[in-house]
């Protein structure tokens, strides 16, 4: 006899597609926090949170409107386009386009690399690759906080490309700190003889297993332990803040152009402090994954009110951009002297 | 406020003021830090000014330094290559004596840092634009009576003539290391020291004077 039985998971392995358009585009497990997690919960039990009495038809309408609106920009997204011949998801184009800033760092290194330049290693790979790879965690980290506000997730795997590059680039300062920096000692005494470089080094060592297991292959093992290693980025985060921290000084370190950041290309000394750099774009980075805000944005947006949280969200995100600016900026001021092999004293 | 709104800040007070706080903390510092940055332009001029260096006097084209960045360009060159080259030698007097291959290693791993040293320091400042910009500099300032610019220190005549000395040297020691490092024997790899010995004590002394220029404020009796 034919059985008519479902599996008695099935109900939690299908997750709310239809405003993402389809499970391809949506992988709620694969990364270390699922930032939507809040209004997806929601609208499966719209009773959870809210008496349902309370919740009148014209509140509800526009909520309706605004995620099929972002369900419209995933579904947009999904589509081919032709080019020469060949039909190309748009999705495909946005990502690679979206992704390119992360190998930067790497490119910028490259010529050093290829002539075996031991002099722009040792003079500035700590600030092409080190702010190259702080650069691709706020970016790796950035992903979901822009999810919960826009409720699209068609960029979701720059969260991992993104986390791939960071631990690349990371990996690739430590080395080049390891073999070229000027303190005593080994390898190991190079790239932990300091605290802020047992930090740094730390890093590198937590990022190493989050690059091993970056895959689906690993996911599909793991388990649920998966995401649980996965959270180890949150680590290395705060590890960032104290390597940071402990290399300019707690943030107070100045001077005569000689300042904490070592010759800045603008010439400013306060706005390339990375601690202050860091400071402005984990605040935004931070805020987004409080669970009372995520709550709060996940009730502005049931109400259909989503410009409430733009406007509210605006300055915060107005300062992270702020920080990220000079990161950039520093990023390729020091990028392009390397690239050229004539490097800028950090 | 309607029934609805106010029992949604109700249900979700926490979240609300966090993110009012945030955003107006937020605020501020965005306010304060565009405030700021509108004098970035005033503050850096007065900073290179304090250093002998009008960036409206600068020939295009060519970076207006403070000395104290000069310097730390010219310390961020030669430094790690120095660490690396003490380093080497070390490794090739341990070996010298007993192991051919690993003394051949250390050797070649001297030509690479001397070759590299020497394409840095030709990049950072001794091509002829650069020597032309440093006397264009030093006359405009000659001329106005003002003082010399940082930036021209390590472009002036004298500088730019011992360091390409220093250039020319290395690359003397370095091709001189690397019919050492081919040596067949270790007799014949130790019949190179001498010879090396004396060009990178010739070097060396090149570059310590290089670094006193630098370190020493300019003259009128050096401008041309």
């Given at each position: 006899?034919?059985?008519?039985?479902?599996?008695?998971?099935?109900?939690?392995?299908?997750?709310?597609?239809?405003?993402?358009?389809?499970?391809?585009?949506?992988?709620?497990?694969?990364?270390?926090?699922?930032?939507?997690?809040?209004?997806?919960?929601?609208?499966q039990s719209p009773t959870l949170n809210r008496p349902p009495q309370r919740q009148t038809r014209q509140r509800q309408q526009p909520a309706?409107?605004?995620?099929?609106?972002?369900?419209?920009?995933?579904?947009?997204?999904?589509?081919?386009?032709?080019?020469?011949?060949?039909?190309?998801?748009?999705?495909?184009?946005?990502?690679?386009?979206?992704?390119?800033?992360?190998?930067?760092?790497?490119?910028?290194?490259?010529?050093?690399?290829?002539?075996?330049?031991?002099?722009?290693?040792?003079?500035?790979?700590?600030?092409?690759?080190?702010?190259?790879?702080?650069?691709?965690?706020?970016?790796?980290?950035?992903?979901?906080?822009?999810?919960?506000?826009?409720?699209?997730?068609?960029?979701?795997?720059?969260?991992?490309?993104?986390?791939?590059?960071?631990?690349?680039?990371?990996?690739?300062?430590?080395?080049?700190?390891?073999?070229?920096?000027?303190?005593?000692?080994?390898?190991?005494?190079?790239?932990?003889?300091?605290?802020?470089?047992?930090?740094?080094?730390?890093?590198?060592?937590?990022?190493?297993?989050?690059?091993?297991?970056?895959?689906?292959?690993?996911?599909?093992?793991?388990?649920?332990?998966?995401?649980?290693?996965?959270?180890?980025?949150?680590?290395?985060?705060?590890?960032?803040?104290?390597?940071?921290?402990?290399?300019?000084?707690?943030?107070?370190?100045?001077?005569?152009?000689?300042?904490?950041?070592?010759?800045?290309?603008?010439?400013?000394?306060?706005?390339?402090?990375?601690?202050?750099?860091?400071?402005?774009?984990?605040?935004?980075?931070?805020?987004?994954?409080?669970?009372?805000?995520?709550?709060?944005?996940?009730?502005?947006?049931?109400?259909?009110?989503?410009?409430?949280?733009?406007?509210?969200?605006?300055?915060?995100?107005?300062?992270?951009?702020?920080?990220?600016?000079?990161?950039?900026?520093?990023?390729?001021?020091?990028?392009?002297?390397?690239?050229?092999?004539?490097?800028?004293?950090? | 406020?309607?029934?609805?709104?106010?029992?949604?800040?109700?249900?979700?007070?926490?979240?609300?003021?966090?993110?009012?706080?945030?955003?107006?903390?937020?605020?501020?510092?965005?306010?304060?830090?565009?405030?700021?940055?509108?004098?970035?332009?005033?503050?850096?001029?007065?900073?290179?000014?304090?250093?002998?260096?009008?960036?409206?006097?600068?020939?295009?084209?060519?970076?207006?330094?403070?000395?104290?960045?000069?310097?730390?360009?010219?310390?961020?060159?030669?430094?790690?290559?120095?660490?690396?080259?003490?380093?080497?030698?070390?490794?090739?007097?341990?070996?010298?004596?007993?192991?051919?291959?690993?003394?051949?290693?250390?050797?070649?791993?001297?030509?690479?840092?001397?070759?590299?040293?020497?394409?840095?320091?030709?990049?950072?400042?001794?091509?002829?634009?650069?020597?032309?910009?440093?006397?264009?500099?030093?006359?405009?300032?000659?001329?106005?009576?003002?003082?010399?610019?940082?930036?021209?220190?390590?472009?002036?005549?004298?500088?730019?003539?011992?360091?390409?000395?220093?250039?020319?040297?290395?690359?003397?020691?370095?091709?001189?290391?690397?019919?050492?490092?081919?040596?067949?024997?270790?007799?014949?790899?130790?019949?190179?020291?001498?010879?090396?010995?004396?060009?990178?004590?010739?070097?060396?002394?090149e570059m310590k004077l290089i670094g006193k220029t630098l370190a020493t404020p300019i003259t009128a009796a050096q401008e041309p």
């Amino acid at each position: 006899m034919a059985t008519t039985r479902e599996p008695p998971y099935a109900g939690y392995t299908a997750p709310p597609t239809a405003q993402y358009g389809g499970p391809e585009t949506y992988q709620p497990d694969l990364y270390p926090d699922d930032a939507t997690g809040t209004w997806e919960d929601e609208q499966q039990s719209p009773t959870l949170n809210r008496p349902p009495q309370r919740q009148t038809r014209q509140r509800q309408q526009p909520a309706e409107l605004q995620r099929a609106d972002r369900s419209r920009v995933d579904e947009w997204m999904d589509k081919d386009f032709k080019f020469g011949g060949s039909h190309i998801k748009r999705k495909a184009l946005a990502l690679v386009l979206l992704g390119l800033p992360a190998v930067v760092p790497l490119f910028f290194m490259a010529p050093a690399f290829f002539t075996m330049n031991v002099a722009t290693f040792a003079g500035s790979v700590d600030d092409t690759l080190g702010t190259g790879a702080e650069i691709c965690l706020f970016l790796c980290l950035l992903v979901s906080p822009m999810v919960t506000l826009t409720g699209q997730r068609w960029f979701f795997p720059l969260r991992r490309w993104y986390g791939i590059m960071f631990a690349f680039s990371g990996i690739g300062d430590m080395l080049a700190a390891g073999l070229t920096d000027n303190f005593a000692g080994g390898f190991f005494g190079k790239v932990a003889g300091h605290v802020f470089e047992l930090m740094g080094f730390m890093m590198v060592m937590l990022a190493i297993p989050l690059l091993i297991t970056g895959n689906h292959w690993a996911q599909r093992k793991l388990g649920r332990y998966w995401k649980q290693l996965q959270r180890i980025t949150y680590v290395i985060w705060g590890l960032l803040f104290f390597h940071l921290s402990l290399l300019e000084g707690l943030g107070f370190q100045n001077g005569n152009g000689h300042n904490g950041s070592g010759n800045p290309g603008d010439g400013d000394p306060i706005f390339h402090q990375r601690l202050y750099e860091y400071a402005a774009c984990s605040l935004f980075l931070l805020t987004l994954r409080l669970p009372p805000v995520k709550r709060w944005i996940a009730a502005r947006q049931r109400e259909g009110r989503n410009w409430l949280v733009w406007v509210t969200i605006a300055p915060i995100f107005a300062l992270f951009i702020f920080g990220m600016i000079f990161c950039f900026n520093e990023e390729i001021f020091k990028g392009f002297d390397s690239f050229m092999e004539h490097p800028s004293a950090e | 406020m309607s029934e609805t709104y106010a029992d949604d800040y109700e249900r979700e007070p926490v979240g609300g003021f966090i993110v009012v706080a945030i955003s107006i903390l937020s605020a501020v510092l965005v306010l304060a830090g565009l405030f700021y940055a509108a004098g970035a332009h005033a503050r850096t001029k007065s900073a290179l000014a304090v250093n002998n260096c009008e960036p409206s006097m600068s020939p295009s084209g060519l970076p207006c330094n403070s000395q104290q960045m000069v310097i730390g360009e010219y310390n961020g060159i030669v430094n790690p290559a120095s660490k690396l080259l003490a380093t080497d030698m070390a490794a090739y007097i341990v070996n010298e004596r007993h192991h051919l291959a690993a003394a051949e290693a250390a050797l070649t791993s001297e030509v690479a840092t001397e070759q590299a040293l020497d394409k840095s320091l030709a990049a950072i400042a001794y091509t002829s634009q650069n020597y032309a910009n440093a006397i264009n500099l030093i006359t405009i300032a000659f001329d106005s009576g003002g003082s010399t610019p940082g930036a021209a220190i390590l472009l002036t005549p004298q500088a730019t003539v011992i360091a390409n000395a220093a250039v020319r040297d290395n690359q003397a020691l370095a091709t001189l290391t690397t019919e050492q490092a081919r040596s067949k024997s270790l007799t014949q790899l130790r019949s190179f020291n001498t010879r090396v010995e004396a060009d990178t004590a010739a070097v060396q002394a090149e570059m310590k004077l290089i670094g006193k220029t630098l370190a020493t404020p300019i003259t009128a009796a050096q401008e041309p």
